[in-house]
């Protein structure tokens, strides 16, 4: 038992973190002890200057108060704690114990000497003046138990001593009343330093866990980044890499290009050599991309056979070297005993000349490259002003809208969400068109970005939404109703509030409508989205998040929103055909299980990609294997003449098959 105590009170067994945390707080606290017995010990020795000798009352007290100076001193020049090592604060923590020790031996006995002198007042300012410090010391030692405890006993044990052999019957009671009252505080102490240090243990293991958290998330997002197939950085570090670029350049009024690489005749030789060959082919031309690049050239994979490049410095060379990167392809690849042929197009923009965004840019050069293949010439070109003028201005397009009559123009078409399993329908998404007088059929991800950046998006959105709703009455009761909101509808209060008395009007239930909306959508404030989605779910409506996997697909969002469903991004179907493909997709359909979300995987357009999804455990699909988008005519007729009835067979030997190997089990 005694060894046990020397030990705690030596701090032999003290966790390091909690050492650490128990010298901040004294820091902070010790200096106000030596201030308290300063004080208290001046108070009492000014009492009785009239009565007792001189070295009682100036020469001990001064020594006394120097003392407490020098280690004030000490403490406010102690080492930063941010510094401090745990070893270095135990050491510390000791020698206070140590001192408390020593002082309160040293105080106790001068005011145990002073009380011989003086009247009864004079005594009795003695007995409160040892009982007021001693609490005042347990308050300020409350984060070192042992000094408070020891300093506790080195005073009281002294004082009970004392005041018991003076035979009074009124001192001796105020003893044991001190002596009382000290034991409680002890007590608490220690259920209050217990407290403390789970307190500081739980934190600590949180930061742990943080920090260990912060490293998954740089070691996911390097996973992230990079294209699994041919280790060239993905899509959405090309896309990253280009708003930076547009940053910097706009700031330094500086140049730079963007290309679209498209390899031609991928496709065909994919279906004739085989998936796996197909994957073999991309890692070489991944090979052959990386080796090619230096620091003034990013290339990147964007999806499929589509490579991406930013040409950060010789910009006025950016078609011949976007030619080099095409010669470089068509050389041909050989494998075990064949050799393949490819060709690569690439079409390319300028910043600023072509664009002054990401979009405009990307658009661009995705034009200039259909441009290239459709003159079926291949090799590079440039974004030109005769592009220019083939595509629509944008300012006769935020002319038109300005002026459309949205009710009369806009006009919405559903495209079927079907349960793989039964080939049933079992929602429709509903996609906005617009077909203007002026300029005919306009592309939704131009008019929609038209009307964010004109604030006609809230017009636009709610006309939409209500047509929607007017065409669902068709629909038998079963069916859902999805429909996307933009990152301008979800952040808008208005709009929200426009979208929840729509809603509220009935006309169709709102256990039948799913809002979709994007990861980029979020990202632009999260909080009011997150805000607007509380209302919305007030009501039994259904949150999906669109477009899964192409923007940050952070986790954090997931578990803040709790999406009602994830809808797995289109690009994804287009990598099935490769290994690291599946994967990713497998592991993302994990994640919904885990999480208890329904999983839509958009973009199936072949019985392979179908077959595929199936065997992963995917319920759920949408794409143009079942159905284009249609207008609600068409999709009546449609589910009338049931025309995925051609794709159920496969449905029900896939079921017979489960159920035969059950009972082989």
């Not at 040892?130 to 030692?141: D, E, N, P, R």
Request: aromatic share 8%.
């Amino acid at each position: 038992m005694g060894i046990r105590l020397i030990a705690w009170l030596w701090l032999t067994n003290t966790p390091p973190d909690v050492a650490v945390a128990q010298l901040r707080e004294l820091r902070r606290q010790v200096p106000l002890l030596y201030v308290l017995l300063t004080m208290n010990a001046f108070a009492v020795a000014s009492t009785h200057y009239p009565f007792a000798p001189a070295y009682l009352t100036i020469g001990i007290p001064a020594a006394l108060t120097l003392l407490c100076l020098v280690r004030i001193a000490t403490w406010l020049r102690a080492t930063d704690i941010n510094d401090v090592t745990p070893e270095y604060a135990v050491g510390r923590l000791r020698r206070t114990t140590v001192h408390a020790g020593i002082l309160g031996a040293a105080y106790i006995a001068w005011s145990l000497s002073l009380d011989r002198y003086g009247g009864a007042y004079e005594q009795g300012h003695v007995a409160v003046f040892i009982a007021v410090t001693v609490i005042g010391c347990i308050f300020c030692l409350m984060h070192l138990p042992q000094a408070a405890l020891l300093l506790t006993a080195v005073v009281m044990v002294p004082y009970l001593i004392h005041y018991i052999s003076a035979d009074n019957s009124v001192f001796t009671a105020i003893a044991f009343n001190v002596a009382l009252v000290t034991v409680v505080m002890i007590w608490v102490l220690f259920n209050s330093f217990a407290g403390f240090t789970s307190l500081v243990q739980s934190r600590d293991k949180l930061a742990a866990k943080q920090r260990e958290t912060e490293q998954l998330n740089r070691e996911n997002a390097l996973v992230a980044l990079t294209d699994s197939l041919t280790g060239l950085p993905n899509r959405r570090y090309f896309f990253t890499k280009l708003d930076e670029l547009l940053r910097a350049k706009a700031a330094a009024h500086g140049r730079f290009a963007v290309g679209i690489l498209d390899l031609d005749r991928f496709k065909t030789l994919n279906d004739n050599h085989g998936h796996a060959v197909g994957d073999r082919l991309l890692a070489e031309v991944g090979a052959r991309l990386k080796a090619a690049t230096d620091d003034s050239v990013i290339v990147a994979r964007l999806g499929g056979d589509e490579f991406g490049l930013l040409i950060v410095n010789e910009v006025d060379r950016a078609t011949e070297i976007g030619q080099q990167f095409c010669d470089l392809l068509a050389k041909p690849f050989k494998f075990d005993d064949f050799h393949v042929s490819l060709g690569a197009s690439c079409g390319l923009s300028v910043y600023p000349e072509a664009g002054a965004n990401a979009h405009e840019l990307f658009d661009r050069s995705d034009y200039a490259l259909y441009h290239i293949k459709s003159e079926g010439k291949g090799g590079s070109g440039l974004f030109s002003l005769a592009h220019e003028t083939a595509i629509r201005s944008e300012r006769s397009l935020e002319s038109a809208l300005r002026e459309a009559d949205l009710h009369a123009e806009l006009d919405i078409e559903f495209q079927p969400i079907v349960d793989i399993d039964t080939i049933t329908v079992i929602a429709v998404e509903a996609l906005a068109r617009w077909t203007s007088p002026k300029l005919g059929r306009v592309p939704t991800d131009s008019f929609i970005a038209m009307a964010e950046r004109t604030g006609l998006i809230h017009a636009v959105t709610l006309t939409l939404f209500r047509k929607a709703l007017n065409r669902a009455l068709c629909l038998p009761g079963h069916i859902g109703l999805s429909f996307n909101l933009s990152a301008n509808d979800i952040t808008s209060p208005a709009t929200i509030t426009s979208l929840v008395d729509i809603i509220k009007e009935g006309a169709i239930s709102s256990g039948r409508i799913t809002l979709e909306l994007t990861e980029t959508a979020l990202l632009r404030d999260f909080d009011a989205a997150e805000a607007a989605i509380g209302k919305l779910r007030s009501l039994n409506v259904k949150i999906a998040l669109d477009d899964f996997g192409t923007g940050y697909s952070s986790l954090n969002y997931l578990r803040r929103l709790v999406p009602d469903e994830i809808k797995v991004d289109r690009s994804f179907a287009a990598d099935l055909d490769s290994v690291s493909g599946r994967n990713i997709a497998a592991a993302i359909l994990g994640l919904c299980d885990n999480l208890a979300l329904e999983c839509v995987f958009e973009g199936i357009e072949s019985d392979d990609q179908l077959t595929k999804i199936r065997r992963m455990g995917y319920r759920y699909a949408q794409g143009y294997l079942f159905a284009r988008p249609m207008t609600m005519p068409a999709l009546l007729t449609w589910l009338q003449q049931d025309v995925l009835r051609d794709l159920r067979p496969a449905a029900h030997l896939r079921h017979a098959a489960a159920a035969r190997l059950g009972r082989v089990a």
